[in-house]
């Protein structure tokens, strides 16, 4: 069955560091994808699209992989801060472009 | 440049009645999407629109439909509530679809008892 797994539920770090998500998916084939950010009570807010001919994407702090031997999108936030803290979504399209997947998503708490 | 909209913000209904959200899209962006958001099941994809036509669907009934008009705002209606159609509607616009940057609404908050 087609699945797209975040890690962990939850994740914390220590302010400064970086943090690392990850984004498993089997049985898809997409051609490009996507994370997003979603505080409690709001919609989610893009962040990244990375397509599958490109290995790395960077913006700010921000870095987003995506391997696709491994069928694997790696997300960075370097530095954290507090203000990080919110829970990230890692969503795909299914190669035809028709439908839209989003991840279980990974809460991240930043610990000032 | 206003974001996008969604009315109403809160819904509470009854189990076998309809209900019909509505979504004004951020100008110029001819491209609206619907999602459902539940703490079981996450955020799942109901339906794209663009240019008033329905152009990608997902894996939900017949009572979840939806139609798009001429200023490019959407409405999404529901028939025959369910106690499981309890969720977040969350819709968002884009200037060319799903393989573009999406922007998220605020959401609608349904309830059904």
């Known amino acids: 069955s087609q699945k797209i797994e975040q890690n962990s539920e939850a994740l914390n770090i220590q302010e400064g560091k970086t943090a690392t998500l990850t984004c498993n998916y089997t049985?898809?084939?997409?051609?490009?994808l996507q994370w997003y950010r979603q505080d409690p009570g709001r919609g989610p807010v893009f962040l990244l699209l990375?397509?599958?001919?490109?290995k790395e994407k960077r913006k700010e702090r921000l870095k987003v992989t995506f391997d696709t031997t491994l069928k694997q999108s790696l997300f960075h936030i370097t530095a954290s801060q507090p203000a990080d803290s919110a829970t990230y979504l890692c969503?795909?399209?299914?190669?035809?472009?028709?439908?839209?997947?989003f991840g279980t998503g990974t809460s991240l708490t930043v610990i000032p | 440049k206003a974001g996008v909209t969604q009315t109403p913000r809160y819904l509470i209904k009854t189990r076998g009645q309809q209900v019909t959200l509505s979504c004004s899209p951020i100008?110029?962006?001819?491209?609206v999407s619907w999602y459902q958001q539940t703490p079981g099941q996450g955020l799942q994809f109901l339906f794209e629109?663009?240019?008033?036509?329905?152009?990608n669907k997902g894996n939900f009934p017949g009572r979840f439909s939806g139609r798009q008009f001429s200023n490019s705002r959407s409405e999404m209606n529901v028939s025959t509530l369910e106690l499981g159609d309890s969720a977040l509607y969350l819709c968002?616009?884009?200037?060319?679809?799903?393989?573009?940057?999406?922007?998220f609404g605020p959401g609608t908050r349904l309830t059904v008892l």
């Open positions: 629109y663009f240019s008033e036509t329905q152009r």
């Open positions: 969503a795909l399209d299914d190669a035809t472009g028709n439908q839209f997947y």
């Open positions: 968002a616009s884009s200037l060319v679809g799903l393989v573009d940057e999406q922007f």
């Open positions: 990375i397509r599958e001919n490109e």
């Open positions: 100008s110029g962006h001819r491209s």
């Open positions: 049985n898809y084939s997409p051609a490009y």
